[in-house]
């Protein structure tokens, strides 16, 4: 048993490292890009939502799987039917930065019942996302770690 002298995980390292660490690389797709291929892109990347940008990577929509659903419930051709007529959108979006503690992350995730939260810069430019996949990947890898050193 060697786990006396292994540092234990601490406040700081579970919950006030900044989003930066854990952030993934969005799929972003264009306002115009229509719900047939925003479906594929959905499975082609095993995503559950995608993020809509302008041409300068401005943030401008998010669509989730629920969207998507609720979209190909209309009875109209999905080639025809546009990401930004389904998106939710800015500025009704949660967005956070870069440095935004990974607790902070969690609560406004919890809070508002969604599964990504899009990360941008000042400029509002997409920079990553956090995802509540991601969060959990990152706690029990983090326990993995200590349960390992502690007991095997
Ligand atoms: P799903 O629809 O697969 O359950 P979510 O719970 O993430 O996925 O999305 C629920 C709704 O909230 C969708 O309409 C989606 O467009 C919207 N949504 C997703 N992420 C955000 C966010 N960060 N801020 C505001 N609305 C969001």
Sequence with gaps: ??????????????????VETLMLTPILIKPTTTVQDA?????MN???????AD??????????RKDLLRASLIKQDLT???????MTRMPNIVTITATTRLLDAGYLLLKHQVDTLPVL???G??????TKTKLLDYFINAGAKVDQEKYH
């Design 1 to 18: 048993y060697s786990g006396q002298h292994l540092n234990p995980l601490t406040f700081e390292t579970i919950y006030e490292v900044p």
């Design 39 to 43: 479906i594929t892109s959905l499975f």
């Design 46 to 52: 095993d995503v559950g939502s995608l993020y809509v």
């Design 55 to 64: 041409d300068d990577q401005h943030l401008v929509g998010v669509i989730s």
């Design 80 to 86: 025809t039917i546009v990401a930004a007529v389904i």
């Design 121 to 123: 810069d000042k400029a």
């Design 125 to 130: 430019v997409v920079v990553g996302k956090v």
